[in-house]
């Protein structure tokens, strides 16, 4: 990978060559990442490979009007050309009439988060992880598939204002999905850390076998509104919609669930359950993140919702520029927590008089952004708990929901502590109604 | 519209006329593509290195990926942005199992490490394999094919295509309520060379085409807002298809649909006959046939993220997929078509067969590795990678459902139904993971009352099961109704890969079908 030295060295050599062309203000970001993946299914690898990449992207501005070239060759030619060429896109555009001046200096906290043998995968260590996860399947006489990653990405920009940044980062991944040998019952279980070494494969593949064996022979129940328990992965599954949710262009210019009448946003307003907070915060010690906003803003921690309440919005640089107001530092990761001590899932079960524990959820869609409602279907896990004990389990349902509705303040009876499911950090949640509206017959 | 290209271009802040990026085509040429006498000695170095150290099989891409995107909203460009990017992976196997290595380095020399990192890939993994690959034999192929096209996108003037989205966007705006407009065209164009230990050289160079828009109505007084999407259009076209279709009508009518949509009465949930048209039935045969049909997710291969199917790796010949009028083809030469090739990403010359025959199944999608597991000897040619960087895995070909053999029209088809819905272009669409179950909308949807086509209804999604659904099918369109969209980011893979495919179809009536209103619960 790419040392801080060597990139910046890269981004400096195309600023110059930028600046000789004529820009009059320029960014350039460089990402180098080296990954690499093994997939099995049937119980058998399947395929697997390593890839490495560089991709440089310069943005100019010449007289207002901006130009942008993405390319994947660092040599001394190509890097020339790039630049050259980025300015002479942005000499025939038009005015980009939401340039902000690039970034100038600035401090960012130190990247946590990477860990350097993610980036070259020992190849006997990853089978022996594999050949665990396989043996938990074939002993379980479960069918087997799963995928296996492992990336590291070194990023960096620099800015004709003098902004200079350069951040590692390594993610690893594993998930596995176990099927029963009838076909009748289907588990799927997922890990992430950004040290490798951290990833349990035996552990990930012996709760999705856990989840075959018990989901076997699921039976039907009608359609309708359940109280439901949520695990951490089918809190994650609904999540994103949330998030995409709180950008404060989009609420300002009324067509977003946070946009209130007479051209007025929600903010403020107690939408959700009062012990609910939703934040970001790059420096989590579970769910670190790059200390910086895509746009180079270093990053702090962010509240979003705080106490039920909605208490920010996110602002790129441009729209903050246009309502006076600062650019938001983050969001860079997602983390929703109780404000009260964290109910664990037997409890929550235990407190279910009648109701479903959803594992995941599967093809989630917005159907409406006014409330974000959201259709999609559960999967690889669905049991019916009948007076505090998971009775038996059930077919697999689609369901139409609201995400307000579902995290309003009548709705969420209890909240349990955050799973770490890059890039969230969510808790199991127990609700008290949930719509489902028709049966799959898909295992 | 009244105002004139040069005054429009004159007013929107797009000063430079008749310019272009000269380097651009220049550069793109210099950098390598069409350079096939260095492709083949880094294919020759590849190849010789991993058959060297033990490889029974290896292939090569070396390819490049050039794209032009323009994104803009309302009366501005928000970006113009090039990229390329130019690779080699290479793919290997080592006893019975794969190997796979990818760089951004394009000589012999990172080809040869390529090479060695794939065989140890390979070697490692050979013991977790319980089943040892086997290809399908393959006729070696030395060819160069290029998609069709009568002009190449990469030159022509920017501000050319930067006036063709303002003027859409002005056209959409010059509809009274319409508060927002967004557009993008991005163009693709993928060279690529194709060399296979067995002795095949494939040159290849396709070149797409991808417009799209978006217009939203919004009432400030009561924060409601719809947004009618118009996001199917993508082509295996140059920019030719730019400057013949229509593209302004269709702005001015979703100007009109948005606002009308605002305005519209809730649909009544219940049963209804519905009829699809091709900008929405394009999508439900991608969900449910496209993908239903993949040997490798009826295989379990896929189980882990997009999932198995309905369709058991025995059902070939055996399953009644539909009513006696389905017909859908597996097709990789049709004209247009977002996954048409000349050969796959193997080597295997495309080709067209029917999937779906008198409403039986009978054919499956296949790759080399695929079609020997069902005891077929050829492959239907549906290997296909992103990008250099990507594992080749089976993908979709364009799935087509073939319209009436005698002219049914639209019409024709409303006349039969007496309560019933009609429902146009991209809405939500969500299914299981084994495509029985979905849930589709609609961007525009109308009532049919008594044969007749009448007011619009919003918040309305339709919900069936596969089998079922297909099984009600009472009526398919004639030739003339036929149309070819496509989705140009079908998501499927560990890692994740985007492919581009086209659905070809006329419209088509289903009966008694489920109808939700999405609002009302």
Known sequence: MLTRDEALKICETVLAHVKSAGADDAMVSLQNAIESHARFADNSITTSGRSEDVDITVTVWVGGRRGAITGNDAGADALKRISEEAVQIARVSPVHREYVPTLGPLDYPAARGFAAATAEVDLAARAAALQSALTACRTAKVNGAGFHTARATATAAATAHGNRRYFQTSH???????????????????????????????RIA??????????????AIEPGVYPVILEPQAVSDLMGFLNNALDARTADEGRSAFSGKDGKTRLGEPLFHPQINLYSDPMHPELPAVPATNEGIPAARLSLIKGGVLENLTYARYWAQQRKLQPTPGPVNFIMESAAPPVSMDDMIKA???????????????????????TGLTRDGLWWIDKGRISHPVRNLRFNQSVLAMLAPWNVQAIGAPQRLSPFMVPALKLGSFTFTSISDAI | MSVSRRQFLATSGVLVAGTWVPDWTEAFQQAGAGKDAVRAEVAEAALARATALGASYADIRINRYRRESIATRERQVQNVSRSTSYGLGLRVLVNGAWGFAATNLVNAGAARTAAEQAVAIARANAALATRKVVLASADKAVSTWTSAFTRDPFEVPLDTKIGFLMKLNETALGVTGVSFVSSQILFVDEQKYFASSEGSRITQRLVRTYPQFSTTAADRSSGDFQTRAVVDRAKLLGYEYVEDYPWLQDAEKAGHEVVEKLKSKPVASGRYDIV?????????????????????RALGWEANMAGTSFVK??????LRFGSKIVNLVGDRTQPGGLATTGYDDEGVKAERWHIVRDGMFVDWQTTRELAPLVGQQRSHGCLHA???????????????????????????????????????????SSIDQQRYNFQFGGAVIREIRDGKLGAMVKDAAYQSRTPDFWASCDGVGGPATYRLWGTSADGKGEPGQTNAVSHGCPP?????ITVLNTAAL
Do not use: C
């Open chain 1, 352 to 374: 279910t008089p009648r109701g479903l524990l959803i594992s995941r959820f599967w093809y989630v869609r917005l159907v409406d952004p006014r409330t974000i409602v959201l």
């Open chain 1, 172 to 202: 690893a991944d594993m998930s596995v999905t176990a099927r029963s040998a009838d076909g009748t019952g289907s588990g799927y279980y997922a890990g992430d850390h950004f040290d490798l070494a951290r990833l349990d494969a035996k």
């Open chain 2, 276 to 296: 699809v048209d091709p900008s929405q039935l394009f999508l439900a045969i991608h969900e449910s046939v496209g993908h239903s049909t993949e040997l490798d």
């Open chain 2, 313 to 318: 790796p025995t059902d070939a010949g055996k």
């Open chain 1, 206 to 219: 012996e709760q999705a076998v856990g989840k075959a064996v018990r989901s076997q022979q699921p039976k």
């Open chain 2, 508 to 512: 088509a009536r289903f009966r008694n």
């Open chain 2, 386 to 428: 992103d990008d250099w960087s990507s594992v080749p895995f089976p993908r979709m070909p364009n799935v087509s459902l073939e319209p009436a053999a005698t002219e049914v029209s639209l019409a024709h088809l409303f006349s039969e139904i007496k309560r019933g819905l009609f429902i146009e272009g991209r809405g939500v």
